[in-house]
């Protein structure tokens, strides 16, 4: 396997690998295909971005390419070396590689700063001192032009003189900003005269306080690519806009010119996918952290249980559109079913347990069955569960007075006990307030392995654990983090957290699991049969798992209708 690139980057249709291909047959680029995921160190990763990564690693690996992990850290007041270190940990667990090739955009800043000044030389750029407001206000609207700035028309000495007095700290923040001369008219405003350094008299996570002077993203991302030689800077589409300043830029200053390509953004129904909005959640406390097994970030997916296999399956999936979309949260969980179906090792866990006591089973006795660990793969083998006088079943398995179509365990009923035997249940105990808080069936010593010898059929199969061989275990269900299929979509007055989903996480804090997973390995994952797919929470202590439901067994569609929602 090659380390960048996992699996081919097949999948949905891709616009961006035909201009690659395009490109290498007229040999543009001398048969190079060199890419970067450019994150800004504001926030945790997101599924966005997996995206993001995907494709710049995955098409790069295809064409025998380089890929360069390089962060935007061109705003000191946003970013922090947490950050910086969890995006290299998610980048990595998606199973990627830059090899030697991790860049800031601060190691460019003296670079960055000697091109402005030849901007400045060519009258290309100048010092302007209006206020952000009444830059502003100059710009103009679609409608009309803007004014030029007062200060528009320096003279190249002047402004290589305040340029180096904006560096050299002796001017506060907000008071002057170096802007490119382009045009005030431009139909596209990135193109009236944009900013290209601010003064911010802030520490930076790592050029400390050499600087007190920032380059824009737009002046700071085209040249930074052009540094690293990167062909194709991929990006999404809200960047469109500004390709022509980009190009602007390289070809002002004279440089290598990368080419800019855009592709749609990834939205998913019920998620929020925006670094600002996910950091107001950890902020204030909706959540239990960048990692909570809620959060659309790469840290709470895994913490979830999703791999990083299905992850680059839905990515692929997913092709490259020049529209944005939206994709159904049910695709990406089905990614996770597909995956983990075939990894998974399946056991027995009861979720809110009832007793069951087999009648004629003799007292003190225990044996052993053999349960199949995973019938997608053979080589999974099987294991020991135990079986006893004393079981626990879901209370959901049982009902005094069954529908019509409930064919569960019931009064008088038969059904299997999974990889054990036909019971029949005979009678029940109840409480004072008359809940059946027990119940009394007695099973049959020749239906052992869950087949009748006389060939009589029971119409379903239900799932247990033995009351004394099993461990205690918390469970942790959750549901969408939102209500809304579009969580941004508020009354007047509102922000998205209305759209929190208060029955998000769902805490079980008794449920029994099969004795083998009373210590179970930290990252294992497991379908709990009939339930969904589970994985072992690092909130486990010796002798009390802790696990997350990554994903039920079947789609949410049903619960989703339920809801009143619409679905596409
Ligand atoms: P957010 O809006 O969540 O803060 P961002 O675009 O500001 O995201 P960056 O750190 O600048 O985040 O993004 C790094 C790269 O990831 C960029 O190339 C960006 O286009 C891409 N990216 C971000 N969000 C998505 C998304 N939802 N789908 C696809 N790519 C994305
Ligand atoms: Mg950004």
Not at 168 to 178: C, I, Q, S
Not at 218 to 234: F, K, R
Not at 355 to 383: C, F, H, M, W
């Amino acid at each position: 396997m090659n380390p960048t690139n996992p699996e081919p980057s097949s999948g949905g249709s891709n616009f961006i690998r035909d201009i690659i291909l395009d490109d290498l047959q007229t040999g543009k680029y001398q048969g190079r295909v060199h890419t970067r995921f450019p994150p800004e160190p504001n926030g945790y990763l997101h599924i966005g971005h997996a995206k993001s990564i995907c494709l710049n690693f995955g098409l790069a690996a295809e064409f025998g390419g380089k890929t360069n992990l390089r962060f935007d850290d061109t705003n000191p007041c946003k970013e922090e070396v947490e950050y910086v270190e969890s995006i290299i940990r998610d980048v990595r667990w998606l199973g990627f590689d830059w090899e030697d090739r991790l860049f800031y955009a601060s190691d460019y800043f003296q670079q960055l700063y000697d091109w402005a000044v030849e901007l400045i030389k060519k009258g290309k750029a100048y010092v302007c001192d209006l206020t952000p407001e009444e830059i502003r206000e100059y710009r103009g609207t679609p409608a009309e032009p803007g004014k030029p700035s007062p200060w528009r028309d320096r003279s190249v000495e002047e402004n290589l003189d305040l340029f180096a007095r904006m560096k050299a700290g002796e001017f506060p923040d907000g008071t002057r900003t170096l802007r490119a001369k382009i045009d005030m008219a431009a139909p596209n405003f990135n193109l009236r005269d944009p900013i290209m350094y601010r003064i911010l008299h802030a520490s930076h996570h790592r050029t400390g306080d050499e600087w007190c002077i920032y380059p824009m993203y737009d002046y700071a991302h085209g040249q930074s690519d052009s540094i690293e030689g990167i062909t194709h800077s991929i990006c999404t589409l809200e960047f469109e806009d500004h390709r022509p300043l980009y190009d602007w830029y390289v070809e002002a200053i004279g440089i290598y010119h990368p080419q800019q390509i855009e592709f749609d953004r990834l939205s998913i129904t019920y998620t929020l996918l925006s670094k600002r909005k996910l950091l107001q959640l950890v902020q204030d406390g909706h959540v239990r952290g960048w990692d909570d097994p809620r959060m659309p970030t790469l840290s709470g997916i895994r913490r979830r249980g999703y791999t990083p296999e299905a992850l680059r399956a839905f990515a692929w999936s997913l092709g490259v559109s020049k529209t944005n979309g939206i994709v159904e949260l049910a695709r990406l969980e089905q990614a996770v079913r597909e995956d983990l179906n075939k990894r998974a090792l399946r056991v027995m866990a009861v979720l809110r347990p009832l007793k069951v006591v087999i009648d004629n089973y003799p007292e003190g006795q225990s044996e052993e069955l053999d349960a199949v660990n995973n019938p997608e793969d053979p080589a999974a083998g099987t294991r020991k569960v135990p079986f006893s006088k004393v079981l626990y079943i879901e209370q959901e398995d049982f009902r005094e007075d069954p529908p019509k179509d409930y064919f569960r365990l019931a009064p008088g009923r038969e059904v299997r006990l999974r990889y054990a035997y036909f019971v029949k249940c005979v009678s029940v105990v109840k409480n004072d307030a008359g809940e059946v808080t027990e119940i009394h069936c007695t099973y049959d010593p020749a239906t052992k392995g869950g087949n009748a010898p006389d060939g009589r059929k029971v119409k379903s199969t239900i799932h247990w654990v033995s009351a004394e061989h099993a461990a205690d275990a918390e469970v942790r269900l959750y549901d969408t983090l939102f209500t809304k299929e579009d969580p941004g979509e508020v009354e007047p007055g509102q922000n998205f957290t209305a759209n929190l989903n208060p029955a998000s996480l769902e805490v079980i804090a008794a449920a029994k699991v099969e004795p083998g997973l009373a210590d179970p390995p930290e990252g294992g994952r497991y379908q709990f049969e009939r339930l969904g797919y589970f994985c072992v929470d690092p909130d486990s202590t010796p002798g009390r798992p802790v696990f997350n439901r990554t994903v039920a067994l079947k789609d949410t569609w049903a619960k989703i209708e339920k809801r009143g929602q619409k679905k596409k």
